[in-house]
T-cell receptor, first 114, second 116 residues
Framework: DGGITQSPKYLFRKEGQNVTLSCEQN?????MYWYRQDPGQGLRLIYY???????QKGDIAEGYSVSREKKESFPLTVTSAQKNPTAFYLC?????????????FGPGTRLTVT | GNSVTQMEGPVTLSEEAFLTINCTYT??????LFWYVQYPGEGLQLLLK?????DKGSNKGFEATYRKETTSFHLEKGSVQVSDSAVYFC???????????????FGQGTILTVHP
């Protein structure tokens, strides 16, 4: 079955450490996205990528970095510069450009930094 | 800029009750509108969508109609079940300037709890 895989489901890190969240899709989608979800808030866009080797900052990119070396993969690194990294992180993908294309979401990774 | 406003929750209903979750939006042009559902501990699933004015999206007994005159996309279900307990997000997509990409703008989410 096609879908989006995020691993791990739960991740714990000490403050000051960088951590990388995995996102893989086998839907043959061109576009991929990273969102952050905090309690009582909607999702906020961190980064997005429309094609391989290209990505753009979203609304809250500070303290995060991404790469898109393969169509299937879009890992997110939460750096030590992110002031409040504890959150639920969701990866999504869509067929491609076009404003009517719905996005499909992975199961998410809950990151806790202490 | 674009924005989505949902009714504040949480919403608590008894099984078989009628559900309405209000959603209004601000956007230029003609956005596409979506309802997503998030079950506890999971990612989001697309529930329904509408891409132009007066379209009605429907799925699993849920419905929402794209009302451009009132900039609304209210979610309704005639008879809710315990299994409908989840967080519901209203969202829109609009192309930005000369770049068309699927930048979703979300509402803050509405928690629905259905009791037997």
């Amino acid at each position: 079955d096609g879908g989006i895989t995020q691993s791990p489901k739960y991740l714990f890190r000490k403050e000051g450490q960088n951590v990388t969240l995995s996102c893989e899709q086998n839907l043959n989608h061109d576009a991929m996205y990273w969102y952050r979800q905090d309690p009582g808030q909607g999702l906020r866009l961190i980064y997005y990528s429309q094609i391989v080797n290209d990505f753009q900052k979203g609304d809250i990119a500070e303290g995060y970095s991404v790469s898109r070396e393969k169509k299937e993969s879009f890992p997110l690194t939460v750096t030590s510069a992110q002031k409040n990294p504890t959150a639920f992180y969701l990866c999504a993908s869509s067929i491609g450009r076009g404003y009517s294309y719905e996005q499909y979401f992975g199961p998410g990774t809950r990151l806790t930094v202490t | 800029g674009n924005s989505v406003t949902q009714m504040e929750g949480p919403v608590t209903l008894s099984e078989e009750a009628f559900l309405t979750i209000n959603c209004t939006y601000t956007a230029t042009g003609y956005p596409s509108l979506f309802w997503y559902v998030q079950y506890p501990g999971e990612g989001l699933q697309l529930l329904l969508k509408a891409t132009k004015a007066d379209d009605k999206g429907s799925n699993k007994g849920f419905e929402a109609t794209y009302r451009k005159e009132t900039t609304s996309f209210h979610l309704e279900k005639g008879s809710v079940q315990v299994s409908d307990s989840a967080v519901y997000f209203c969202a829109l997509i609009r192309s930005a300037g000369g770049t068309s990409y699927g930048k979703l703008t979300f509402g803050q989410g509405t928690i629905l709890t259905v009791h037997p």
